[in-house]
């Protein structure tokens, strides 16, 4: 698969979740050829953003779109990697700020420690 081709699976689906793709492709399309590395180096796409563990149930949280997307693009209008905007973000509203990690720092930590943490 090719990330036009998961472009085009995802959208329809994330769209009716409120999740739009980020319209700048030039940063959209590497992000989404990450996920596709991440799938094949893990069996599961793991947000591009993110060390991985590589052990499913503690990346769980990770798995893009994160548990956290929903969450940031609600308060900031873009998930943390800014593949997921909201339709105002694409709008060139509101103002784009620097999105904060929400992922707890033991996670991450284990994710550093290949999933011994």
Known sequence: MTARE???KLKPAQEKRGFFFNADESYTMPLLESLLVNK?????????CRLASGVYELDRDIICPCVYAKPDIAEFGACFCGLYVSKNW????P???T????????????????GQG
């Open 99 to 114: 999105v904060p990690e929400r992922r707890p720092a033991e996670k991450s930590l284990a994710a550093l420690l290949g």
């Open 90 to 93: 694409n709008e060139g509203r």
């Open 95 to 97: 103002p784009r700020v």
């Open 6 to 8: 998961l472009f085009d």
């Open 40 to 48: 094949e180096r893990y069996g599961y796409t793991s947000c591009p």
